[in-house]
């Protein structure tokens, strides 16, 4: 990154081209071709290899363990360029060597970076994950820089994209002001909730879709309260719930793929649906870190380029099923013409009505 005068605390500069290497890999902008800004946390990652979680007061050793992207925003940054549409970074970064690693990584995979912010106050966010052989993780993160993104300063990417993909990284006050700053221009707004740290209808209202786990789903519900009545395993009685706040609702449910609807007022047909996932042998799984966030990337992209509802969660279940067979996160995300390829092939599972529900979408009785 080139030098610049300390600037005052609390100011911002927008980021230049790290040298013409990076230049080089950022995509040239068409005004015709589909785009997403995803407004969320950028990290660097300290991934570390561990033989198994250690038991509280005890400690491991690691032998293996490596620097590469990390948070959501940037993760699903990273799988809408995989999924061949526009991605533009909206984030804020430090002023330090970190900041360099993250937004070469961000341009090497083909996501435009000409609008991420920088700051002196913070460093940039990082977090350390351990892996263990089986797949599972535990992550640590600190959120640095981007707890002071504002979401105003990318008020221009925004009103010019087809779609704002947002997370919950960010400080609750500006995970709400994307779904305002999304409605007042007519950009769709998709919100993977993830983690839950700020419910109101008005911002659940603003999501098509809203994007979210089981246990995602459940909180959401409680803090609307809008759960009495649902049983915590009842997918089709949560989803119709959700459905009279937002259009649309995916619930992603890891190994076992996910379910959706779209409100029959919005254009859906209110059928529950059940995407299953491709069957990945538990030897073939190396590390679920980042599955979820190609996920959401993938359904962004999708939908940005006009694809149906049905195709973007088709798309998106391949992507988070091929992210789980190689370490990290980005580094392992399938391209489209590999995404198109499965979903496309005899074995990947097709869609199915979730069972229990009826047309409109609700529990039978």
């Known amino acids: 990154m080139q030098n610049h005068h300390r600037r005052r605390p609390g100011t911002h500069r927008t980021i230049q081209p790290i040298d013409a290497t990076v230049e080089r890999l950022m995509p040239d902008a068409d005004p015709g071709e589909p785009a997403v800004v995803i407004c969320g946390s950028i990290h660097q990652d300290t991934l570390a290899r561990v033989p198994e979680f250690p038991a509280p007061g005890e400690s491991a050793i690691v032998d293996d363990s490596s620097l590469s992207l990390g948070g959501k925003g940037a993760n699903q940054a990273s799988a809408v360029a995989h999924a061949d549409v526009r991605a533009i970074m909206a984030g804020t970064v430090g002023e330090d060597p970190a900041a360099d690693l993250v937004l070469a990584e961000l341009a090497a995979h083909g996501v435009d970076t000409h609008s991420v912010r920088t700051t002196w106050d913070e460093p940039t966010g990082s977090a350390y994950i351990a892996a263990t052989p089986d797949g599972h993780h535990m992550v640590f993160v600190t959120r640095g820089a981007n707890t002071v993104t504002e979401p105003t300063d990318f008020t221009d990417e925004i009103t010019g ?30 919100l993977n909730l993830a983690p839950v740290t700020v419910v109101t209808p008005t911002l659940i209202d603003s999501a098509d879709p809203l994007i979210v786990n089981a246990t995602e789903a459940w909180e959401v519900l409680r803090k609307l309260g809008a759960s009495e009545g649902i049983r915590r395993g009842d997918l089709a009685g949560q989803i119709d719930s959700l459905l009279q706040y937002c259009p649309s609702v995916v619930i992603s449910l890891g190994d076992e793929g996910s379910v959706y609807a779209r409100a029959v007022v919005d254009g859906g047909d209110g059928i529950v649906w059940h995407q299953p996932s491709l069957k990945v042998p538990a030897e073939d799984i190396v590390d679920t ?3 979820g966030d190609a996920f959401a990337g ?8 006009g694809g149906s509802f049905e195709r973007a969660v088709a798309l998106g279940t391949a992507a988070g099923s091929l992210a789980v067979r190689s370490f990290g996160a980005t580094s392992s995300y399938a391209d489209y013409a590999t995404l198109q390829a499965t979903v496309a092939a005899d074995d990947f599972p097709a869609r199915r009505r979730l069972e229990g529900t009826t047309k409109t979408g609700t529990t039978k009785n």
Do not use: C, K, S
């Not at 993938?298 to 380029?305: Q, S, V």
């Open 289 to 291: 870190t980042g599955a």
């Open 298 to 305: 993938t359904i962004a992209a999708e939908l940005a380029r």
């Open 161 to 190: 994209a087809d779609v704002l993909l947002a997370q919950g990284e960010l400080r609750p006050d500006a995970t709400e002001q994307l779904g305002m700053i999304a409605n007042l221009h007519g950009t769709r707004f998709i």
